[in-house]
């Protein structure tokens, strides 16, 4: 179900795009959720159906904001790694770059939150930052939107 | 762009989504752009032709659009730099290095007429593209040559006070000291082992000067020869300008000379106040100069660029969180950006737990519209103008663009074979026309569909989508 909706929203009309291709993201984002109910009507429980919105969410952000964005990368690896793969082939470079230091606390926060935030240098960082928050907010508008007009009717 | 084609009544928070968020797309850029210009144009009194350039090299959003162009913007932000430089200097020359390449003109952009004069390969639009996303016309190393060996977070105040011309960013650097300061040394320490690069410019810097050491290596041994043919035109240029201070007075840093020059910098000190002679290189090494006052250290310099990277990056992010303009301080700043991505992650969690909620609801739209766009996978190309409108809605949706959206957002949502006839079209038909039709009718799609969804079963649905296939235009 999940690698569907991943291939989806790859063969469609991704070009690298920015955030503001919102329509690009909203049509993923409902493709998505369409696959998600099609996929054994909801599998049983809200909450199970509620991580696989929420993984179709971050899928869809990802894939519109291209590939050009380390982060965008970074949240694709990070979501198709999880389908239960056990045996993880031996990357040759996992860590690219491993930035020095970590000793500022919230430097380290932050790359906690962005995706692939542990290999960047910290200017990359704030600039991943950025557009991570830009495709996040967007991405939670759109949600929004869906939610209000589906309760509206 | 389309806002007033929303429907308004119980739609309304939908519309308003639409409606806000292009504009809010747009919001984080334009502010930003008037107050990074802004706050350039502040020290950069001298052209006025510079205005339009900044208020575009400060869209960080446009550089992702098209590869080809990021070219132009790195060569935008270059212009710009390089103009703001050439007004503190009362210099005509950088006009004429122009043929070189360098975007050092009166004319904002352009770049079409100088690109060809780059060696634009893949490694370089690609940190092109990196570079010109954060207005790093700042970058361009507005620093001055310095007099004084110390190097001290003092001293930049002093120095930016000093120095309005070409000062861009009135940042408190220390507190990034620290953490620049151990980026700073992994890259000099990098860079002393013999790699060519000395400076980080933008681009290197974007991807780091560790990461990037392959294909900037590769292009600056490709470019090693340009470089130099390059580098001495410009000396050129400037010597009559600069009387005999040229050697000492700039710290160009490219390839080969990098060395040497860093001796001659450290050695020599100019008394030139105000004047930076900053170029922006072709392959976007930036020629960074030693401000008065301060530390022509090359590793100074280098962090200088690099703090000033960083501060950019923080201001534009200042302008994407909100309620982050008049917090000051990198500190704070820093922990109100991740309390702001902590609680977006959280409304993403909260959101789609409501979703799943709700979704069952819908289910029964969804599947009628796949079914019957499944059917009908190939929707013909007529003009959107031609729709029938005897779309029956409840809420009445006056444009026929509406009709139209909701077809091609119901069946371009639906359907694989035809997401690939719609890519097949637009790349056959120049993948232009396609997004810019398509685009401005997705705005207030989103409704539309929902109401589908939320209407799957009105019995006028099945015509309502056989006139939609038939009149769908890409």
């Known amino acids: ?153 | 762009m389309n806002e007033n084609k929303f429907v308004l009544n119980s739609h309304h928070d939908g519309g308003e989504w639409q409606f806000n968020t292009p504009a809010m797309s747009m919001v984080p850029l334009l502010p930003n752009a008037p107050s990074l210009a802004g706050g350039l144009m502040n020290q950069i009194t001298r052209s006025s032709y510079l205005s339009t350039p900044m208020v575009e090299v400060f869209s960080p959003g446009q550089w992702n659009h098209h590869p080809t162009s990021s070219p132009n913007m790195a060569l935008g932000e270059s212009n710009f730099a390089s103009t703001s430089s050439i007004n503190s200097i009362p210099v005509g020359k950088p006009v004429a290095i122009s043929p070189r390449g360098m975007l050092v003109s009166t004319e904002p952009r352009i770049f079409p007429t100088s690109l060809p004069h780059f060696p634009v390969d893949s490694a370089f639009v690609e940190r092109a593209a990196r570079f010109s996303c954060f207005g790093s016309g700042n970058f361009s190393g507005i620093n001055f040559f310095g007099s004084s060996p110390a190097m001290a977070p003092s001293n930049n105040e002093g120095i930016g006070d000093q120095v309005q011309k070409d000062e861009l960013l009135q940042v408190d650097h220390e507190s990034f000291n620290g953490s620049t300061m151990k980026n700073q040394g992994d890259q000099n320490s990098q860079i002393g082992n013999g790699e060519s690069r000395v400076v980080i410019f933008p681009e290197d810097g974007l991807e780091g000067n560790t990461g990037s050491t392959d294909a900037a290596l590769n292009s600056s041994s490709s470019d090693r020869g340009v470089n130099k043919r390059r580098k001495t035109v410009p000396d050129i240029e400037r010597d009559p300008v600069q009387g005999g201070r040229q050697s000492s007075s700039e710290t160009t840093k490219e390839n080969i000379e990098n060395k040497q020059k860093v001796e001659q910098i450290n050695s020599k000190q100019t008394e030139k106040n105000g004047k930076d002679n900053s170029e922006f290189v072709k392959e976007g090494y930036v020629h960074v100069r030693a401000r008065r006052g301060q530390a022509t250290n090359s590793h100074s310099l280098a962090e200088r660029v690099r703090r000033e990277k960083i501060s950019e990056r923080m201001k534009y992010l200042q302008e994407l969180v909100p309620g982050c303009s008049k917090v000051t301080g990198k500190a704070v700043m820093l922990d109100e950006i991740i309390n702001y991505v902590q609680s977006l992650q959280r409304q993403v969690e909260f959101l789609s737990m409501k979703l799943a909620a709700v979704n069952p609801q819908l289910d029964f739209g969804i599947e009628g519209l796949l079914a019957k766009n499944l059917l009908r996978a190939h929707g013909s190309s007529s003009s959107a103008t031609g729709f029938s409108p005897e779309m029956i809605y409840p809420q009445a949706y006056p444009s026929q663009h509406n009709l139209v959206h909701t077809g091609i957002s119901a069946m371009a949502s639906h359907s694989d074979t035809f997401r690939r006839a719609i890519s097949t079209q637009s790349t056959a038909s120049g993948y232009k026309e396609s997004p810019l039709q398509v685009q401005p009718m997705h705005i207030p799609w989103n409704e539309e569909l929902i109401t589908q969804m939320a209407y799957g079963a009105n019995p006028s649905n099945p015509q309502n989508m056989d006139s939609k296939a038939d009149d769908f235009a890409i």
């Open chain 1, 1 to 153: 179900m999940y690698r569907r909706s991943f291939k989806d929203t790859r063969s469609s009309l991704g070009s690298p795009n920015p955030n503001f291709s919102k329509p690009m993201v909203a049509l993923r984002f409902l493709r998505a959720l369409s696959l998600v109910r099609r996929s054994g009507l909801g599998a049983c429980s809200p909450s199970y159906r509620a991580r696989g919105i929420r993984r179709a969410a971050y899928a869809c952000m990802a894939a519109s904001a291209g590939p050009r964005r380390a982060w965008s990368r970074a949240l694709l690896r990070k979501i198709r790694r999880r389908p239960g793969r056990g045996l993880r082939r031996p990357r040759a470079v996992i860590w690219r770059h491993r930035p020095v230091g970590g000793g500022d606390r919230l430097e380290v926060a932050l790359r906690r939150l962005v995706p692939g935030g542990g290999c960047m240098e910290y200017c990359r960082l704030l600039e991943e930052a950025a557009d991570y928050v830009k495709c996040l907010a967007m991405q939670v508008r759109l949600m929004q939107t869906i939610v209000d007009s589906a309760s509206h009717v």
